[in-house]
């Protein structure tokens, strides 16, 4: 997700979580505006908010 944007099936592959915690977590970051999702060709993306980025760049190497 190094463009801060990931369908929920690679996201919980690379989180190495099973599909339905991974969706307990993703409506935990929704909840405190760190991420969203969105539709796009039929696919439901989460992408990283601005707020997201901004402290996924506190907590990482890489920015977002």
């Not at 997201?52 to 907590?59: E, T, V, Y």
């Given at each position: 997700m190094s463009?801060?944007?990931g369908g929920?099936?690679?996201l919980s592959?690379?989180?190495n979580l099973n599909y339905a915690r991974l969706a307990k977590h993703i409506m935990w970051l929704e909840k405190k505006g760190l991420v969203e999702s969105k539709i796009?060709?039929?696919k439901i993306n989460i992408v990283?908010?601005?707020n997201?980025?901004?402290?996924?760049?506190?907590?990482s190497k890489d920015r977002y």
């Open positions: 463009n801060g944007i929920k099936t690679q592959l690379d989180a796009e060709s039929s990283l908010t601005r997201g980025k901004a402290f996924a760049s506190m907590i």
